[in-house]
């Protein structure tokens, strides 16, 4: 297995440290800082609006002056019943607890009781947009939720699908489609303009592959490693493309939106199996809050499984619309 771009060792190791610290002060409570709590409130697991389908893990935080832990507490949901359940048959006593939104959009009040103080929180499920009927210009058939996504982006020129007339919405991409992809859009985005004076920068790229130029990019930006070879024809990760595009327009997105990496990083986790001290945490609080990667219904990410042809075409439609509306003129 090749290594496919650099991690920031040291902001994981950052992040690390904050844990264990917070581990220690946690084990280190006494009774008499306990009776000092002043407040609850709802925590979300990434933001209170999510969409139709998708599930938001809820934790129950006490606010002890210096510092917050989660507490057990009584759940209800008082307004919206018929958007959503949560998941657990029992949230009596429970710090954490799980929302599950209904198929409509609107409103879902949530209230917890702990150690008599309560707290709510309104979570917003977004209005579903009815799917935009496309016609199909690809000899297989497409999944209704990502054939806008494949048809706008064969219509800008950024896929084209395999020799035969097909897309493969199922089949598994690859790191040299994934940069390739990602070099088209930069490019159609004004983002980085053509190269011309690429040479060979991995011994498995030659000349008249079709991911040479993009190979060429992305290493001498620094946006992949500067090893001797790439690993084009192997399988990509949900983990790997989250840092990928972290590293490529992370920064410049969050700018454009005016958000800052420490209050995001703060906030997290952003999905139940992306902890803090994972690789990926900080590629995937980034691109879950500027809408780019936003995670399965259920709440997880899974960072280490293959990204597939279909979902890749809606990363890439989302980073198009999230760039344009965000004004990004440059990275």
Request: charged share 20%; glycine share 10%.
């Amino acid at each position: 297995m090749h290594t496919f771009w650099k991690k920031a060792t040291g902001l994981t190791l950052g992040l690390v440290g904050l844990s264990t610290l917070a581990a220690i002060s946690t084990i280190t409570l006494t009774a008499n800082n306990l009776a000092g709590l002043r407040g609850l409130e709802i925590r979300p697991f990434g933001d209170f609006s999510i969409d139709p389908g998708e599930s938001l893990l809820l934790t129950a935080e006490g606010d002890y002056v210096t510092y917050t832990m989660p507490m057990r507490g009584t759940w209800k949901i008082i307004k919206g019943e018929g958007l959503g359940y949560f998941l657990e048959k029992q949230c009596d006593s429970a710090k954490t607890c799980t929302f599950q939104a209904d198929d409509q959009g609107g409103e879902v009040t949530i209230f917890v009781e702990a150690s008599g103080k309560t707290a709510q929180a309104i979570i917003n499920i977004r209005t579903p947009k009815p799917l935009k009927p496309v016609d199909n210009p690809f000899t297989d058939s497409l999944p209704a939720w990502a054939g806008e996504s494949i048809v706008e982006l064969r219509e800008r020129g950024i896929i084209y699908g395999y020799d035969d007339g097909r897309y493969g919405a199922g089949d598994l991409l690859t790191r040299g489609q994934l940069i390739t992809i990602f070099h088209r859009t930069l490019i159609k985005m004004n983002l980085i303009a053509p190269r011309n004076d690429c040479s060979m920068v991995y011994n498995d790229v030659p000349g008249g592959h079709y991911a040479y130029d993009a190979a060429c990019v992305f290493r001498r930006n620094y946006w992949t490693d500067s090893l001797s070879s790439l690993g084009p024809n192997d399988p990509v990760t949900r983990g790997e493309t989250a840092s990928l595009i972290n590293r490529v327009i992370g920064s410049a997105m969050l700018n454009a939106k005016d958000l800052r990496l420490g209050k995001i990083l703060a906030n997290g986790p952003y999905f139940t199996d992306v902890t803090i001290s994972n690789q990926y945490f900080g590629d995937t609080a980034v691109t879950k809050v500027v809408n780019i990667m936003k995670g399965n219904p259920d709440g997880t990410f899974d960072t280490e499984k293959t990204l597939n042809r279909a979902e890749a075409a809606t990363i890439f439609w989302r980073i198009i619309k999230e760039v344009q509306e965000g004004g990004v003129r440059g990275l």
